[in-house]
C-alpha cells in the first residue's frame, strides 16, 4: 500500500472522468503487479503515466483514446529497449540529473501532499506522526494502519452505507481505432517519453541500486519490460502503465523489500476490480485525502534524501538546475537542462586544461 498515493488520485479520474471499466482496469493492474513481483523479485511499482494520466483525464478522452494510448506507450518502449537506445541514454545521463529528476519528483509529491493535508490538518498531521513511528514496526506497518483509519473514519462518517453491495464484474476485451494511436501520440504520448525515460527507467534503476546493492535491473529490462505491458493490457481495459522512483521509495519507505508486496498488491486489486467494481470510484472518493497527503509526504522527504551523495560544485550546480527547471516548467527539460549544464562544465574545463 505503500505507492497507492501516487495511484489512487489518478485512478479515481480514470474511471469516473474518462469512463474506464473498473473491472479491467484493476484486473490489469493486479496481474502487472504480480508478474513483476514474481520476475524481479523486488517491489517493482506499477504505476500510471502521469502526463498521459493528466491530459486523459483533464481533455476527457474516451476510453478508446486511453487504451490507444497505451499501445502506443507499448510499441515505443518495445523499440526502445529492443535497439538499446534506452541503454545509450542512460549512458550519457550523468549521475547528479538522475539525483536532481528523482529530487524534483519528491518536492512535486510533498507540494501536492501538501494541498492533500491541508483539507484536514489534524488527520494529516496525526498520519504523518503514526507513519514515522510506526515505520519499522512489522507487527503494524505505517501503511496498513494508516488506511484502516482512513476505512474507519468513512465508517464513523456513514459514508459506508451508501455503497452498493459487492458483486462478481468480469472485465470484456476493449479495442480502439488506429488514428487514435497518432492522436494520443500527438496530445501527450511524446510528451510523456522524456518523464518515462527519467523517472520510470533511469531512476528506478539507479534507485534499485541504492536500495539493492546486490541487485542489478538495467534500463534496458525495463524498458522492454515497459512496452510488454503496454502493448497487452489495452486489449482488457488496462491504462498506459510504467514504474517509477516514486512508487519505489514509497513501497521501500513503508517497508515492502521484496516481490511479495507486488503480488499481495496485485491480489487487492484484482479482488477490487472482480468484486467492487461497482462501488470502487465511490470508495476511492469517500477515503479521505490527508492520509493520501501524508503518506505522499513522507515518500518526497525520502526521494529528496537521495542528494545526500553529490559532491562538488558543478555536480550540485547540475543538481539544482535540473530539480529547479524540472518543478517549474517540466522534468523533460529539467533533464535536459541538467544534461546540458554537466557537459558545458565539462566541455569549459577541458578548454581550460587545453589552455594552460
Not at 504505476?47 to 483525464?57: D, S, Y
Not at 491541508?118 to 498520519?127: D, L, P
Not at 481505432?177 to 527507467?201: H, K, M, S, Y
Request: glycine share 12%.
Amino acid at each position: 500500500m505503500g505507492d497507492f498515493g501516487t495511484l489512487l488520485p489518478l485512478a479515481i479520474g480514470y474511471i469516473v472522468i474518462c469512463g474506464l471499466n473498473p473491472a479491467g482496469f484493476l484486473l490489469m493492474m493486479g496481474l502487472a503487479n504480480i508478474g513483476t513481483g514474481l520476475f524481479y523479485r523486488l517491489p517493482m511499482p506499477i504505476e500510471p503515466m502521469k502526463v498521459l494520466a493528466v491530459v486523459a483525464i483533464a481533455q476527457h478522452w474516451s476510453p478508446s483514446m486511453v487504451y490507444a494510448s497505451a499501445f502506443s506507450m507499448g510499441v515505443v518502449w518495445l523499440i526502445f529497449g529492443l535497439t538499446g537506445v534506452m541503454g545509450w541514454i542512460a549512458g550519457v545521463t550523468p549521475h547528479a540529473v538522475v539525483r536532481g529528476i528523482q529530487v524534483a519528483l519528491g518536492v512535486v509529491l510533498a507540494l501536492k501532499a501538501f494541498d492533500m493535508i491541508s483539507t484536514w490538518w489534524a488527520v494529516g498531521a496525526v498520519s504523518v506522526v503514526l507513519a514515522l513511528a510506526l515505520r519499522r514496526n512489522r507487527y503494524a506497518p505505517g501503511a496498513i494502519v494508516l488506511i484502516v483509519l482512513g476505512v474507519l473514519i468513512m465508517c464513523a462518517r456513514g459514508q459506508l452505507r451508501e455503497i452498493p453491495a459487492p458483486g462478481l464484474h468480469l472485465p470484456s476485451l476493449t479495442s480502439f481505432r488506429a488514428d487514435e494511436v497518432w492522436q494520443a501520440l500527438l496530445l501527450a504520448g511524446f510528451a510523456q517519453i522524456p518523464l518515462t525515460a527519467t523517472n520510470a527507467v533511469i531512476s528506478t534503476s539507479s534507485l534499485i541500486k541504492t536500495y539493492w546493492p546486490q541487485r542489478t535491473v538495467t534500463e534496458r529490462q525495463l524498458s522492454l519490460n515497459t512496452g510488454i505491458m503496454n502493448l497487452v493490457v489495452p486489449f482488457f481495459g488496462g491504462m498506459p502503465m510504467c514504474h517509477g522512483a516514486g512508487g519505489l521509495a514509497g513501497q521501500y519507505y513503508f517497508g515492502a523489500r521484496t516481490g511479495g508486496a507486488n503480488i499481495i498488491e496485485g491480489l487487492i486489486e484484482i479482488f477490487f476490480g472482480l468484486f467492487l467494481a461497482a462501488s470502487l470510484a465511490q470508495v476511492l472518493g469517500a477515503f479521505p485525502g490527508a492520509i493520501i497527503g501524508a503518506m505522499l509526504f513522507l515518500v518526497g522527504v525520502e526521494l529528496a534524501k537521495l542528494a545526500t551523495d553529490v559532491r562538488g560544485k558543478v555536480d550540485l550546480a547540475v543538481l539544482c538546475v535540473t530539480v529547479v527547471v524540472s518543478v517549474v516548467v517540466n522534468m523533460a527539460l529539467g533533464f535536459v537542462a541538467g544534461v546540458a549544464v554537466h557537459y558545458l562544465a565539462a566541455w569549459s574545463q577541458r578548454r581550460l586544461v587545453a589552455t594552460e
